[in-house]
C-alpha cells in the first residue's frame, strides 16, 4: 500500500469515526490528491479551527478559488459547521478531511470529476 493510500485510508475513517459519515472513497482519493505533496506534511496537512488567518486562506484558495464559490457570510457558516462536525477539541483535522466535507457541504461534487 502506498503512502498516499495509507493517508487515504486514514481519512476515511477520521470520516467514520469522528464525523459519522460514510465518505465516497472516490471523491475522497481526488479530494486527497488535490491537496497536492501538502498531505505528506505534518503542519500542512492539518487545519487549525483556532486560527482566523489559516481558516481565512482555506475560504480563500479552496472555497472561492478551488469550487468557485462567492464570497460571503455563507462560507464562514460552512467552515464553522464543517469543524463542529469534524470537533473542535480533535487536535488532527486533516486538511483533505475538511475539504472532503467542505466539498459535499456544498454539493460541488463536480468540480473533481
Known amino acids: 500500500m502506498s503512502k498516499r493510500d495509507e493517508l487515504i485510508a486514514k481519512y476515511a475513517s ?3 469515526d ?11 482519493t481526488k479530494v486527497t490528491i488535490g491537496c497536492g505533496p501538502s498531505i505528506y506534511n505534518a503542519d500542512a496537512s492539518t487545519v487549525s479551527g483556532s486560527d ?8 480563500k484558495n479552496f472555497l472561492i478559488k478551488k469550487l468557485g464559490l462567492a464570497d460571503g457570510p455563507k462560507l464562514d457558516e ?22 472532503y466535507m467542505l ?7 463536480a468540480v473533481y470529476e
Open 18 to 28: 469522528k464525523c459519522g459519515m460514510t465518505p465516497d472513497m472516490n471523491l475522497l
Open 52 to 59: 482566523k488567518a489559516e481558516l481565512e486562506t482555506v475560504k
Open 14 to 16: 477520521d470520516l467514520k
Open 78 to 99: 460552512a467552515l464553522a459547521a464543517v469543524l463542529d462536525t469534524y470537533g473542535r477539541s480533535n487536535r488532527n483535522k486533516y486538511r483533505a478531511v475538511v475539504y
Open 103 to 109: 466539498t459535499t457541504y456544498f454539493g460541488k461534487k
